[in-house]
């Protein structure tokens, strides 16, 4: 069984910034998803889930959806099946919630294979 585990969410005032993390929970996860990239989606209220970021295994690739390009960066650590979310320069349109995701490195096009819980992020001021 895979387990990824996400903290960090909470409330932000525009123009603010908030670190997301997300980790593989076990020596199992850890096994499974040591050559999967890493990502994260959101789902706004009222709307559909979609792409924000993703690094590959190696973690020398990323990719990021056009709204947040230049505010995200996401990295990861392979040391412990990690990845990162730094958000900064937030706006309201960035109120969702976040998921951690495990798959293919172009999940942009193709769904993962695993996800995490969800973290809630609120930009409001």
């Known amino acids: 069984q895979v387990t990824l585990v996400e903290s960090g969410g909470g409330l932000a005032q525009p123009g603010g910034s908030l670190r997301l993390s997300c980790a593989a929970s076990g020596r199992t996860s850890e096994r499974t998803l040591s050559r999967h990239a890493l990502g994260w989606f959101r789902e706004p209220p009222g709307k559909e889930r979609e792409f924000v970021a993703v690094v590959s295994f190696t973690g020398q690739l990323t990719d990021y959806a056009s709204s947040v390009k230049g505010r995200f960066t996401i990295s990861r650590d392979n040391t412990k099946i990690a990845v990162n979310l730094q958000m900064d320069n937030l706006q309201p349109e960035d109120t969702a919630v976040y998921y951690c995701?495990?798959?293919?490195?172009?999940?942009?096009?193709?769904?993962?294979?695993?996800w995490g819980q969800g973290t809630q992020v609120t930009v409001s001021s």
């Open positions: 995701a495990a798959g293919p490195l172009n999940m942009d096009r193709q769904s993962p294979d695993y």
